[in-house]
């Protein structure tokens, strides 16, 4: 009976000794790698602005992130916070410009047109003072006079407590 309990746990010791080398073992590369819009994608603070320059909305937070194509699109989203937008806009991650020609509002089913869009690398300041990115671009959605515009304006989020709205 006490050799029966050596060699159990001698075998359970060798068990856990093998398991213990083979989990620890990295296998391949376990880098997942980004998306073809990393460089574009984050949060934004935006002030939307119309055309004839009245305000409309302050610091709404707003989302730019790929789409499941991961290919030269990526949606730009406000989360019903500003002007009511969700739609995909065809990118440049090179110049970091972005535009849409009646690109599809998924959020009302209206059209919008995205002209001047860019993302300039710290070219922005956050509430808290700190160098951020910047994005502005002009909307025009179809419900919408002709000429009458709005001018999104913001920085990107930092995810610090100072800079939050």
Request: proline share 1%; with cysteine.
């Amino acid at each position: 009976m006490k050799k029966l309990k050596l060699n159990i746990t001698r075998v359970l010791a060798v068990m856990f000794v093998l398991t213990a080398f083979v989990s620890c073992d990295e296998v391949g590369d376990t880098d997942p790698g980004g998306t073809s819009v990393e460089s574009m994608a984050g949060d934004w603070f935006i002030t939307l602005t119309d055309s004839d320059g009245h305000v409309l909305v302050q610091n709404a937070l707003h989302s730019t992130y790929n789409t499941a194509a991961n290919n030269n699109t990526m949606w730009i989203d406000d989360h019903e916070n500003g002007y009511v937008i969700k739609c995909k806009v065809e990118v440049d991650t090179k110049t970091g410009t972005f535009k849409a020609t009646s690109a599809e509002n998924i959020l009302d089913g209206s059209k919008v047109t995205i002209t001047d869009g860019k993302i300039e690398k710290g070219a922005g300041v956050s509430k808290g003072g700190h160098k951020v990115d910047k994005i502005s671009f002009r909307a025009h959605y179809d419900y919408d006079a002709a000429g009458y515009d709005i001018l999104y304006v913001g920085h990107k989020r930092t995810g610090f407590f100072e800079d939050e709205y």
